[in-house]
């Protein structure tokens, strides 16, 4: 089965700070996508990309950066952390379609 | 602009009855919705898509039938198990673009 693998699962980070967050996928696919999810909102899109070297903005990319430097690939960046961006954070491959999106495990972040 | 709208953001049941869970949607282009599942502490899954008006699609006993003229595409099920309690995203990718817009998400819990 196609496989995402996100990293850090949980991030504690402090008002401020940088923070990365890391996905890699294994199903080749051109696709990626950042969302987040928070309750009463679903998953709302942040960035994504149609292949390495390539970044877009979603609905919500203010205060997000990310980047796609190989295939398999795509980081997602706060540069300057706050506490509105506590969230849950899926990463996501899909097809060249775009149909079938297979996302990773969440990363857990919590802004202090 | 395009968008999805779930009007449920709670069902409770009791095991054994029917569910239906709405979904409408907007888009100029045309519309590829889908039905993702999310288990407590899991990432969100496929769990059945559709592209063609007014034809029924099944997987795991849940099925819907995407209907243009309404722009909706509910998710049903005749009788629910404690195992369907979970969140459940309807999704809609315009045909103009390979990102998938998700609703705010429905709860369904099952009870015995």
């Known amino acids: 089965e196609a496989a995402v693998t996100q990293s850090p699962r949980n991030k504690v980070a402090v008002t401020g700070g940088k923070v990365t967050l890391s996905c890699n996928q294994t199903n080749n696919h051109n696709n990626m996508y950042w969302y987040r999810q928070d309750t009463g909102h679903g998953l709302r899109l942040i960035h994504y990309?149609?292949?390495?070297?390539?970044?877009e903005k979603g609905d919500i990319p203010d205060g997000y950066k990310a980047s796609r430097p190989s295939q398999e690939n795509f980081s997602l960046i706060l540069e300057l952390a706050t506490p509105s961006q506590t969230s849950v954070y899926f990463c996501?491959?899909?097809?060249?379609?775009?149909?079938?999106?297979?996302f990773g495990a969440g990363t857990r972040l919590s802004v202090l | 602009g395009d968008s999805v709208t779930q009007t449920e953001g709670l069902v409770t049941l009791t095991k054994g009855l029917p569910v239906m869970l709405n979904c409408t949607y907007q888009?100029?282009?045309?519309?590829?919705l889908f039905w993702y599942v999310q288990h407590l502490n899991e990432a969100p899954k496929l769990l059945l898509k559709s592209s063609t008006d007014n034809k029924r699609t099944e997987h795991q006993g849940f099925y819907a039938t995407l209907h243009k003229s309404s722009s909706s595409f509910h998710l049903q099920k005749s009788s629910v198990q404690l195992s369907d309690s979970a969140l459940y995203f309807c999704a809609l990718r315009p045909s103009n673009y390979n990102v998938l817009y998700f609703g705010s998400g429905t709860k369904l819990t099952v009870e015995p």
């Open positions: 888009t100029t282009y045309s519309p590829f």
């Open positions: 996501a491959s899909g097809d060249a379609k775009g149909n079938t999106l297979y």
């Open positions: 990309s149609y292949g390495a070297g390539s970044t």
